[in-house]
């Protein structure tokens, strides 16, 4: 009976351990396939936050160089079109005009002029029969301009020349009288531009004279024997006055060519005596021809070149 009892309890002892071998073989497998799907989980899960992450980097890698791309080609396209803007302004560009590109360089500039003078006087007060016409004749003037700018195309040009003119003239038809003088002649004059080249000025103009003087042939009278040349002289009043007025035109830069009028105003002799203003014909300096009212007139063909 005991045999039976330690049989029966050595088979169901040996069950026991069989049936916790096998639950615990199942627990295990269950732990291993636990930790392998956590592991797959774990690592789906790695790779999904891996993704992410390198695609905004890739993302942002992309952007970054669209920016810089596009930053590019903006500022070629701002150099492309400054370029075009600057060939088309020089192509479209007018020519400027010497005198205000001259202008624009500076305000205040200077020169040198010369011309050649036609005179002539007028308004003698008193007509003499004995006279062929007034006196007349040519002569020439050089000196140094100004040029100093108001406004645009305006400018103040006054001129510091010295002039020398001689004229001559017949009485009776057969004695020369001959008039010389050496001026500083002192035009202000206000230029201005007009019709791109050309330029019109006038303006005033002193004279303060240097030297004058006159060469008359001796007038005898055989049958009252008198010589009409001994006391004879005539000279020109240290100061006049008149009004000049102009047309010009730029030949190249800085070179121009002008034509001028010239009226006086004021006498050229008005303390020359005449035969009816003395007292004693031997001591007092007279004049033959009255020389009242006498003013110049002169046309000027002009030469002058600016420096700045």
């Known amino acids: 009976m005991k045999k039976i009892w330690t ?34 989980e774990f690592q789906a899960e790695d790779q999904a936050s891996e993704a992410p992450e390198e695609e905004s980097n890739e993302a942002s890698t992309v952007q ?11 500022q070629q ?5 400054i370029q075009n803007n600057y060939y088309v302004q020089a192509n479209e560009a007018p020519a400027e005009d010497p ?72 009485y009776l038809k057969e004695y020369d009288r001959t008039y010389h003088s050496l001026d500083l ?6 230029r201005g531009v007009v019709a791109d080249k050309f330029y019109i000025t006038a303006g005033p103009q002193a004279n303060l004279s240097l030297s004058s003087g006159a060469d008359i042939d001796p007038i005898e009278n055989k049958v009252l024997d008198i010589r009409a040349t001994t006391k004879e002289k005539v000279e020109q009043t240290g100061f006049t006055f008149g009004l000049a007025a102009g047309a010009g035109f730029n ?11 010239y009226m006086g105003l004021m006498e050229l002799f008005p303390d020359v005596k005449t035969l009816d203003d003395i007292e004693n014909f031997e001591d007092e300096d007279f004049s033959i021809v009255s020389m009242k009212g006498a003013k110049m007139m002169k046309f000027k063909v002009g030469l002058s070149y600016l420096f700045m």
């Open 185 to 190: 002649e002192i035009p202000l004059l206000i």
């Open 99 to 170: 005198i205000q590109s001259r202008a624009a360089e500076s305000r205040i500039g200077f020169g040198i002029r010369g011309a050649f003078d036609y005179g002539m006087m007028y308004g003698f007060s008193e007509e003499d029969d004995d006279i062929d016409q007034t006196p007349r004749g040519v002569g020439f003037e050089g000196g140094l301009m100004l040029k100093i700018m108001m406004i645009n195309n305006l400018f103040f040009a006054p001129e510091f020349n010295i002039a020398y003119i001689l004229t001559s003239h017949t």
């Open 7 to 40: 049989l029966v309890a050595s088979t169901m002892l040996v069950a026991s351990v069989a049936f916790a071998q096998d639950d615990f073989d199942d627990m295990d497998q269950s732990a291993e396939q636990y930790t392998e799907q956590e592991q797959a």
């Open 64 to 74: 970054n160089n669209n920016q810089v791309t596009n930053q590019t080609n903006i």
């Open 77 to 81: 396209a701002n150099q492309v079109s």
């Open 251 to 261: 030949i190249v830069k800085g070179l121009f060519v002008d034509l001028r009028y």
